[in-house]
């Protein structure tokens, strides 16, 4: 009995200690579980909104005087420049000095608060400094107002008339900052100035910022000029003369205002365009009824012939690294877009919509070409990829052409033309812009009617 | 025999001492992770000190607005608070009510069990009568012992489905307030719709940020991944306090750190 009692009693140890352990092991993972869960969510959604972001004017002393104006009127103009850029972008919604709680200045830390207040959430701050040799030292910080910390700042130095620049660079700085994307607006524009009358149109070579500032005309509109292109590497532009009323591909210089003829060659010769590296221009040459794409180096005025097809082909336009060219051909029937490498090989036609497409345009950042669409009686600014696939129309009118690119890939020039009306009026052509996602058309303001725009890559890529 | 109890009794004694040595190596481990919580707690306070110290001296008296806002967010809209404070006593209350009916419905089965259990028993008992009398009353207690592990494990399982619905309720308020009210994804870029951010939220009690969100791999960024990893944080911010989604207090260890994955490639293609 004894034995029996002390068996059954250690026999109840035994499971009351095996028990005790299996609750606190229990115990012991459901305690290590829960004090390491953690919740995981997707976000998946959201609004895509331009960013709210407060310039403040530039701090400077009032009392300085430069050859521009005093400092602090400097930095005012400069802090209006930056507003400007950053709002044409359509990725910024500048928020109104007039809404301003406080103005802070470059020295002193922003009070967070007071801009959350107006709901900033990037903020520009900084100070215009005249230095004794005369030069203007520009210096502007970026902040992220909701954590409260710096996100870019930068200092510049530059002649006092040359503050536009300078802005133009500020608001570059910003934009990559704040969209990952280089930015697009120490940039300019080079185009066809139109003047006069439907039937005796006067066309002349023009260049101006990107936004409109520091307007030039370049030709005096004795000759008409067409498709100007700008370099990628250096001060000059091609263009097409109709010099003693033969179309001749040009090569002018911004520098010098000096401007040579590309070769000289039977048939007549049209639709300049550079290669990336500068060191070529790519061009059409029509003679005896046939169209094809010539290639010609700069250096040595050499040419060589990349396609011998009996149809039309024109408009070439090289891939941002050079290896491959895409233009349009009626090959097929109708004109199309086609892509080929470099050299004139392994051709393959891109376009398959109905409608004819013209003008195709490699994107710099190679990921698109823009294109002209022409189908049911309206014209149509695309998109299209290398490939052929995701064709996607940006916008539409009576008759617009002649896409050009930002050096980022982020937004489109055009022309557009308006209809002609019944007293010999209308005709009109204006320059217009868009983003990439189809957002943001906006007109691009001209002394006189413009069209076929160039856009130049960043001044100091060059 | 004699031999035999005292060997027994050194192996039974060296098992115990054997499990207490591994309950103290677990208390020991539990220690050791308690050790690493209260290094993650300091942190917060250090950097929340920082933060008001450096370069927020104003936020702070903002911080305390938002609970005085937060009442009339209550007054104003009082249907949801019941409901999210409902919905955390409630699946308690109402729920152990719905266990309370299963188990009188359940007791008549174990009389059942017992009934069925009885004639076992009495097959190895008639052995011996004297174990037959010495295992009714552990077999009374095995009866009760196991109606309360099934009531237990009941509430267990009710618990555990709670704890899930709350943690899917508590995520999704979470993700409908940022992606509805907060994050602005950088569009356009080469490839925006491949920028995942992955984002770590860490929380007071009182639905603040207790420190600045982190973004995965920040300090290795730049360029696009960058922009959309400052999207990300900015959301989070901007979506602070918050207090108005009215986080089940009880369940903070849950929602004390949140990862969110940022992902846009549903929406930029």
């Not at chain 1, 140890?13 to 005790?20: C, G, Q, Y």
């Not at chain 1, 870019?152 to 503050?163: E, V, Y």
């Not at chain 1, 891109?350 to 409608?355: A, E, L, R, Y």
């Not at chain 1, 320059?431 to 906006?442: A, K």
């Amino acid at each position: 009995m004894r034995k029996r009692e002390i068996i059954e009693t250690v026999g109840r140890l035994k499971v009351n200690l095996f028990k005790i352990l299996l609750v606190s092991v229990i115990g012991f993972v459901s305690a290590t579980v829960s004090a390491n869960a953690v919740i995981e969510i997707d976000i998946t959604r959201g609004n895509v909104q331009p960013l709210p972001i407060a310039v403040t004017p530039l701090a400077g002393s009032g009392a300085q005087m430069t050859t521009a104006g005093s400092v602090m009127e400097i930095g005012k103009q400069i802090s209006q420049v930056v507003t400007a850029d950053l709002e044409r972008s359509g990725l910024f919604n500048a928020i109104d000095p007039r809404a301003f709680i406080n103005s802070d200045n470059a020295t002193a830390a922003p009070q967070f608060a007071n801009w959350r207040a107006v709901g900033a959430q990037a903020l520009v701050t900084g100070a215009t400094i005249l230095r004794e040799d005369g030069q203007l030292r520009v210096e502007f910080r970026l902040w992220d107002v909701l954590a409260g910390s710096q996100m870019a700042g930068l200092a510049l130095t530059s002649a006092p008339q040359s503050w536009r620049r300078v802005a133009h660079k500020i608001s570059d700085a910003i934009y990559k900052r704040l969209t990952g994307e280089e930015g697009y607006f120490d940039t300019r524009i080079v185009y066809i100035s139109e003047s006069g009358p439907y039937l005796n149109r006067i066309k002349r070579l023009a260049i101006m910022d990107q936004d409109g500032y520091n307007h030039k005309f370049m030709t005096d509109g004795s000759f008409m000029v067409l498709n100007p292109r700008f370099s990628p590497t250096s001060q000059e532009i091609t263009y097409l003369s109709y010099y003693n009323d033969t179309p001749r591909v040009y090569l002018f210089n911004i520098n010098t205002g000096k401007s040579e003829m590309l070769g000289e060659f039977r048939g007549m010769t049209f639709a300049p365009r550079f290669s990336p590296d500068g060191k070529n221009v790519i061009m059409s040459k029509a003679e005896h009824g046939n169209t094809d794409i010539f290639v010609m180096e700069l250096a040595t005025r050499r040419i060589k012939q990349l396609t011998t097809n009996s149809a039309i082909d024109t408009s070439p336009s090289y891939s941002p690294f050079g290896r491959y060219i895409t233009f349009t051909s009626d090959r097929g029937g109708t004109p199309q877009l086609y892509v080929m490498d470099a050299d004139g090989g392994n051709i393959k036609r891109i376009s398959f919509g109905q409608g004819l497409y013209s003008t195709p345009v490699w994107s710099p950042r190679g990921d698109l070409i823009a294109f002209t669409k022409q189908t049911g009686g309206k014209f149509y600014i695309g998109v299209i990829r290398p490939d052929g696939s995701g064709e996607r129309i940006l916008t539409e009118s009576y008759f617009e052409e002649g896409p050009t690119w930002s050096p980022n890939g982020r937004v489109i020039m055009y022309y557009r033309k308006y209809p002609y009306d019944n007293r010999g009026g209308g005709g009109e052509t204006q320059l217009w812009s868009i983003d990439l996602t189809g957002y943001n058309e906006r007109q691009v303001l001209t002394p006189l009617d413009g069209s076929d725009p160039a856009w130049s890559p960043l001044l100091d890529r060059r | 025999m004699r031999n035999a109890l005292i060997i027994s009794g050194i192996f039974h004694a060296a098992f115990l001492i054997i499990a207490a040595m591994d309950i103290a190596l677990f208390d020991s481990v539990e220690d050791s992770e308690m050790v690493v919580i209260p290094v993650e707690i300091l942190p917060f306070d250090e950097e929340t000190k920082t933060m008001e110290i450096a370069k927020l001296p104003e936020p702070q008296k903002e911080k305390p607005e938002p609970p005085k806002k937060l009442p009339e967010r209550q007054a104003e809209l009082p249907p949801p608070p019941p409901k999210m404070q409902s919905s955390m006593p409630l699946p308690e209350e109402a729920k152990k009510p719905a266990v309370k009916p299963k188990p009188p419905e359940k007791k008549p089965e174990p009389p059942q069990v017992a009934q069925r259990s009885k004639p076992k028993p009495p097959s190895r008992y008639d052995a011996d009568r004297i174990a037959q009398l010495l295992n009714k009353v552990p077999e009374q207690e095995n009866i009760t012992d196991r109606l309360a592990e099934k009531f237990g494990q009941q509430e267990q399982k009710a618990t555990s489905l709670d704890v899930q619905r709350q943690t899917m309720s508590i995520s999704a308020a979470i993700q409908k307030k940022i992606e509805e009210q907060c994050w602005n994804p950088p569009s356009g870029a080469l490839d925006a719709g491949s920028l995942r951010v992955k984002v770590y939220m860490y929380l007071t009690l009182d639905g603040n940020l207790a420190r600045p969100p982190v973004a995965d791999d920040y300090v290795r960024m730049s360029g696009a991944m960058k922009v959309a990893a400052d999207s990300a944080l900015r959301a989070v911010r901007m979506c602070a306090p918050y207090s108005d989604l009215k986080l089940p207090k009880t369940m903070y260890d849950q929602w004390r750190e949140v990862i969110l994955n940022f992902d846009p490639s549903g929406m930029i293609s």
